[in-house]
């Protein structure tokens, strides 16, 4: 089993050398996959939404691999590529203040109008209302994340490592949106 396990990486490794943008656009699809999955077994949800959990991969696939492949090649380009605590401090507080925000507010007008399919007018309430709580946690968790992901692991393996932590995030996410779920409006 070993081996097999190893061939995968090995071949895994291959395709984030060769195409690393699909590579990670796939594995932010796969990672919001299970984590919708995971969500939905913890909230109690009896039969497991597919269309959900596929429209959940679709955002994986379209923004946040793509996104965060972008963002990392821009942070080390305007950085130079230095990882000393000061250069990686100024990464951690540039993401923090521009992608993070971005990126919660986006993912819950995605959950909300698309996943859900509620009216903008509820989801523009319920925006209001959760983003602050979101962003306030956010910022209690998300900048020791990117101090690490910055500091020592490398540029290639950033959008990964992000990914799996959003696996944890995402869940989350999920778990805070299904709480202040409203009633579709008929």
């Not at 990672?31 to 969500?39: A, N, Q």
Request: aromatic share 12%; charged share 20%; proline share 5%.
């Amino acid at each position: 089993m070993g081996s097999v396990a190893k061939k995968g990486l090995q071949k895994f490794l291959l395709q984030l050398q060769h195409h690393p943008l699909r590579t990670k656009a796939i594995m932010a699809a796969v990672l919001s996959g299970i984590s919708d999955t995971v969500s939905q077994k913890l909230s109690g949800i009896p039969k497991l939404q597919l269309r959900r959990i596929l429209l959940k991969m679709l955002f994986g696939f379209a923004y946040l691999g793509p996104f965060g492949h972008y963002m990392y090649i821009l942070l080390d380009k305007i950085f130079k590529g230095k990882r000393d605590s000061k250069t990686v401090a100024k990464k951690v507080v540039l993401e923090q203040l521009t992608s993070s925000p971005c990126n919660n507010l986006l993912f819950m007008i995605y959950y909300g109008v698309v996943v859900e399919g509620r009216p903008w007018m509820h989801v523009k309430t319920r925006i209001k209302k959760e983003y602050p709580k979101v962003q306030l946690t956010a910022r209690t968790f998300w900048p020791v994340v990117g101090w690490v992901n910055h500091q020592y692991v490398p540029l290639q393996f950033r959008v990964i490592f992000s990914s799996l932590i959003a696996f944890c995030w995402g869940i989350f996410l999920n778990l805070q949106a299904r709480s202040m779920a409203l009633p579709k409006s008929k």
